[in-house]
């Protein structure tokens, strides 16, 4: 059974970093397609940076934050560092991932299989 295991929330100041992680298993990270997403309450959850199995990154324009996605294919692990952190970023963070080796780069919900349950990222003033 696939299962993630997000870590790396918690409380940041405006203009930090965090770096989030999410690790897999009975799924190898670097083998397929997998993404960030992130919702706060009342809203839609929305795509934030997905990366491919071959590398291929796409983020979506309306998250204004600077991102780096990435893996630890040895820990098989997927990585979200998100730097000069907003109050906007403040959301909980989703990691998930794709059944079948696709490279097309969608940030669309529906293509993504397996979910992880989230890690709260907060920003203070």
């Known amino acids: 059974q696939v299962q993630w295991v997000e870590s790396g929330g918690g409380s940041v100041q405006a203009g930090g970093s965090v770096r989030l992680s999410c690790a897999a298993s009975?799924?190898?990270?670097?083998?397929?397609?997998m993404a960030w997403f992130r919702q706060t309450a009342g809203k839609e959850r929305e795509g934030v940076e997905m990366i491919t199995f071959s590398g291929l990154t796409h983020y979506s324009d309306s998250v204004k934050v600077r991102l780096t996605i990435a893996e630890e294919k040895a820990q098989n692990v997927l990585f979200l560092q998100m730097d000069d952190l907003k109050s906007e970023a403040a959301a909980v963070y989703y990691c998930?991932?794709?059944?079948?080796?696709?490279?097309?780069?969608?940030?669309?919900?529906?293509?993504?299989?397996?979910w992880g349950q989230g890690t709260q990222v907060t920003v203070s003033p």
């Open positions: 009975q799924y190898t990270v670097s083998g397929n397609t």
């Open positions: 998930a991932g794709r059944s079948v080796r696709f490279s097309e780069l969608t940030l669309s919900q529906s293509v993504y299989t397996y």
